[in-house]
Structures are given as structure tokens and as C-alpha cells.
């Protein structure tokens, strides 16, 4: 069936684009699909009983049996700690660590189970989605998982428990899909849109949490080195401003930290490998875009619309000047990065279990038109 989440359009010229309705953070479980796995999370939304701050913040009321020194540990690694107690040979601290992810897979699973069965309650819970968005999921066949919880040890679990899940109800369950590089698939699915066959070119992800920097190597088309970079975090990330002055403000500042980002990544890039990054520049964000605008009501990024129409347009004119070369910026939204990797992919979904669900479907269509207006002095 056509997918409902997405926005085709008729012209060739022009990509497919999610529309902001495939959040799954904001279903509630007003009725539970299943009772007897997690009672206590009925009536919440997704976003009240999954996400990586949750589990740090379980792994932080039980830093004592896990035997974790908070005071010496950021908490971003917390996710990480808790794997490796997955393997600790005191079985108190195994045993916590087990309980902690599996908590948290059997939420998974109902989760899922939720969006498989669409229950009446359910479905009214979300105003925003028609019968057409909930028989979608309930024909998707494939689960894709990727991010920080959804690598190694962790992500195994997480998957045992939503098949539990599934199996406690009777219901044939979800194919879900594990990688073991799933903390880098976004980097990946944006290095498929670099045109160039060879050289160097700076991939960047613009997260909630933190700016995630590489520069990609290609040689006769195929990839020969991804480079990581020291992330940077993410920085002037409220969604609420008191007034439009304070939005420019603030937006003005997160554009100014996002351009020296990008310049810091550029700059290296060229210093390490001793040779002129290329003029595509592409990066994912935590935002919906539609040709390099992004949403306006979503996510810590939406100031930025205060700055321009096409954001992506404000990064060319900027980056342009200060690294003194023609750019190209090709903004993506972060799930549909992550989707790219898997564009041979039917009835399947990719979910990032991040700061919060990200979603992204292999089926949709970038195209990057471009039109050089540099006669004119305006932007692409």
C-alpha cells in the first residue's frame, strides 16, 4: 500500500519528503495491547516511557548495585557502562544490568505490538493519524534498528524481549534487523548522496545530544575511509522561546556554532589528509525537511527558520564565504539518512533509538536539483 507517512510528489525533479505525523513518540498507550509485561506504563506516551534519557536515568538510580562512580562518568557513556556490565562476571551487577535492558525491551515490545494491533483506544489516542497510518504499520514486515541502544549486547536483548512480547500475545512479530555499526548508519546513508566519485567530503550529523563530524574518503566511487571526529555537543537546543526576539537570538547563535562546526570538521579534514575537501557538504538533522527547509514546530533546530525560509540555503551562503569555495549543502532529515542505506528494502521501517525515536522508510527519493544562480548573486 502507499505509504501514508510520505509526501510524493509528481515532479521528477524534485525528493520525496516525510511528513512530521511519522513521530512515534507522541502515540500514548491509552489500553495496553497486552497486560501482565509493563502495567505501569499504560496511559503514557512513547516519549514518557522510552528513550535513552530514561535508560540513564534507571542506570542512575541503581548506580550503586552497578557499582558506576557518577560523580567520574558523563552521562552520555552511562548506555555504553551499562553494556559491558552485561558481561560482568559478579552476578549482582549482571543481574541489574539484565533487568535494566531488559525493562526497557519489554517496552519495546508493546510499543510495538501497539502500532501491529491498532487498537480502537489507541488510534483515537492520535488525532493526527488516520486508519490508512495505522494499517501501514500493521502491514510492515521489517524492522530496521539503529543508534546507541540498539548496538551490541543491548540491542540483542532489546530484540529477545520484543519477540517475547509478541509471543506472550500469539502474534507473529515484526522482523527486526540489527548492525553492528548501527551508531554510524546515518553517516553512511548520507555518504550515499556525495556525487563525487573521488576525494574528500564532510559528512556531519546535527543531533539533539551532539554534532556528530567525519569526513568521507572516496576512490572510484567506493568508499575507502570514514574518519570520526571528536563530537561536538549540542548546543542552544530549547524548543520554547518567551518571544520571536529571543528565537532570533538564540537561533542566530545556534547558526553561528553549527557554521563553526562544520568549518572545524572542513579544516581538519584538509589538514589530515593533505588535500582540498570536496564542495558537497552533507549533513543529517534532527528535523523534518523538505528541500532544505526545515520544520518550523519541531525539535531544537526549528529557531533556525527564524534565519531564512531554506536553511540549508543560510549554511551555503555562510560557508561559502568563510571557506572561501562554492559549497553545496544537502541537508536530510536524520531518519531518512539512516533509510538510505537500505533503499532495496520493501515494507520496512528504520527506527534510531536515540535521544528519542527517529523514523525513516527506504523507500523514499532524494533528487538534488541544482541551478547556479552565481550570476546573479543568489543561492542555490
Same mark, same amino acid.
Given at each position: 500500500?502507499?505509504?501514508?507517512? /510520505?509526501?510524493?510528489?509528481?515532479?521528477?525533479?524534485k525528493?520525496d519528503?516525510?511528513?512530521?505525523?511519522? @513521530?512515534?513518540n507522541?502515540?500514548?498507550?491509552?489500553k495496553?495491547?497486552?497486560?501482565?509485561i509493563?502495567?505501569?506504563?499504560?496511559?503514557?506516551?512513547?516519549?514518557?516511557?522510552?528513550?535513552?534519557?530514561?535508560?540513564?536515568?534507571?542506570?542512575?538510580?541503581?548506580?550503586?548495585i552497578?557499582?558506576?562512580? /557518577?560523580?567520574?562518568v558523563?552521562?552520555?557513556? %552511562?548506555?555504553?557502562?551499562?553494556?559491558?556490565?552485561l558481561d560482568?562476571?559478579?552476578?549482582?551487577?549482571?543481574?541489574?544490568?539484565?533487568?535494566?535492558?531488559?525493562?526497557?525491551?519489554?517496552r519495546l515490545?508493546?510499543?510495538? %505490538?501497539?502500532?501491529?494491533?491498532g487498537?480502537?483506544?489507541? *488510534?483515537e489516542?492520535?488525532?493526527?493519524?488516520?486508519?490508512?497510518?495505522?494499517?501501514?504499520?500493521a502491514?510492515?514486515?521489517d524492522?530496521?534498528?539503529?543508534?546507541?541502544?540498539?548496538s551490541?549486547?543491548?540491542?540483542e536483548?532489546?530484540?529477545?524481549?520484543?519477540?517475547?512480547?509478541f509471543?506472550?500475545?500469539?502474534?507473529?512479530?515484526?522482523?527486526?534487523f540489527?548492525y553492528?555499526n548501527?551508531?554510524?548508519?546515518?553517516?553512511?546513508?548520507?555518504?550515499?548522496?556525495?556525487s563525487?566519485s573521488?576525494?574528500?567530503?564532510?559528512?556531519?550529523?546535527?543531533?539533539?545530544?551532539?554534532?556528530?563530524?567525519?569526513?568521507?574518503?572516496?576512490s572510484?566511487?567506493?568508499?575507502?575511509e570514514?574518519?570520526?571526529?571528536?563530537?561536538?555537543? @549540542?548546543?542552544?537546543?530549547?524548543?520554547?522561546?518567551?518571544?520571536?526576539?529571543?528565537?532570533?537570538?538564540?537561533?542566530?547563535?545556534?547558526h553561528?556554532?553549527?557554521?563553526?562546526?562544520?568549518?572545524?570538521?572542513?579544516?581538519?579534514?584538509?589538514?589530515m589528509?593533505?588535500?582540498?575537501?570536496?564542495?558537497?557538504i552533507v549533513?543529517?538533522?534532527? @528535523?523534518?525537511?523538505?528541500?532544505?527547509?526545515l520544520?518550523?514546530?519541531?525539535?531544537?533546530?526549528?529557531?533556525?527558520?527564524?534565519?531564512?525560509?531554506n536553511y540549508?540555503?543560510?549554511?551555503?551562503w555562510?560557508?561559502?564565504?568563510?571557506? *572561501?569555495?562554492?559549497?553545496?549543502?544537502?541537508?536530510?532529515?536524520?531518519?531518512?539518512?539512516i533509510?538510505?542505506n537500505?533503499?532495496? *528494502?520493501?515494507?520496512?521501517?528504520?527506527?534510531?533509538?536515540?535521544?528519542?525515536?527517529?523514523?525513516?522508510?527506504?523507500?523514499?527519493?532524494?533528487?538534488?536539483?541544482?541551478?547556479?544562480?552565481?550570476?546573479?548573486?543568489?543561492?542555490?
Amino acid at each position: 500500500m502507499q505509504n501514508p507517512f /510520505l509526501n510524493r510528489v509528481s515532479d521528477p525533479n524534485k525528493s520525496d519528503y516525510l511528513t512530521s505525523v511519522c @513521530s512515534i513518540n507522541r502515540i500514548r498507550l491509552r489500553k495496553l495491547p497486552i497486560y501482565g509485561i509493563d502495567d505501569e506504563i499504560e496511559g503514557l506516551t512513547v516519549k514518557e516511557f522510552f528513550s535513552t534519557k530514561l535508560v540513564i536515568d534507571e542506570i542512575k538510580r541503581n548506580a550503586d548495585i552497578l557499582e558506576i562512580d /557518577l560523580e567520574n562518568v558523563p552521562e552520555k557513556k %552511562l548506555p555504553r557502562i551499562l553494556a559491558k556490565k552485561l558481561d560482568d562476571e559478579n552476578n549482582v551487577i549482571y543481574d541489574e544490568a539484565l533487568r535494566i535492558t531488559k525493562k526497557f525491551g519489554n517496552r519495546l515490545g508493546l510499543l510495538f %505490538l501497539a502500532l501491529k494491533k491498532g487498537d480502537p483506544e489507541n *488510534r483515537e489516542a492520535r488525532e493526527d493519524w488516520t486508519d490508512k497510518h495505522w494499517e501501514y504499520w500493521a502491514q510492515i514486515s521489517d524492522i530496521i534498528l539503529v543508534g546507541g541502544l540498539a548496538s551490541g549486547k543491548i540491542g540483542e536483548i532489546l530484540k529477545e524481549q520484543v519477540n517475547y512480547v509478541f509471543s506472550f500475545d500469539g502474534t507473529v512479530p515484526y522482523n527486526i534487523f540489527l548492525y553492528d555499526n548501527a551508531s554510524d548508519v546515518g553517516v553512511l546513508g548520507c555518504a550515499t548522496q556525495i556525487s563525487a566519485s573521488d576525494g574528500v567530503n564532510v559528512v556531519m550529523d546535527f543531533g539533539q545530544t551532539s554534532i556528530k563530524r567525519c569526513f568521507v574518503t572516496k576512490s572510484g566511487g567506493e568508499i575507502t575511509e570514514i574518519k570520526n571526529l571528536e563530537p561536538y555537543p @549540542s548546543k542552544y537546543m530549547d524548543w520554547e522561546m518567551p518571544s520571536e526576539e529571543e528565537k532570533l537570538r538564540q537561533a542566530k547563535k545556534l547558526h553561528k556554532y553549527l557554521i563553526k562546526a562544520i568549518e572545524d570538521t572542513y579544516n581538519t579534514a584538509k589538514k589530515m589528509t593533505k588535500t582540498e575537501p570536496n564542495s558537497e557538504i552533507v549533513i543529517s538533522i534532527a @528535523s523534518y525537511t523538505v528541500d532544505g527547509a526545515l520544520n518550523a514546530e519541531r525539535s531544537g533546530y526549528a529557531k533556525l527558520c527564524s534565519l531564512g525560509v531554506n536553511y540549508a540555503e543560510c549554511l551555503w551562503w555562510d560557508l561559502s564565504g568563510s571557506l *572561501r569555495k562554492d559549497v553545496i549543502v544537502k541537508l536530510i532529515h536524520d531518519g531518512t539518512a539512516i533509510a538510505l542505506n537500505f533503499s532495496d *528494502r520493501k515494507n520496512t521501517v528504520c527506527l534510531s533509538l536515540g535521544s528519542y525515536f527517529g523514523v525513516g522508510f527506504p523507500e523514499t527519493k532524494l533528487i538534488w536539483p541544482f541551478v547556479d544562480n552565481s550570476q546573479n548573486g543568489e543561492s542555490r
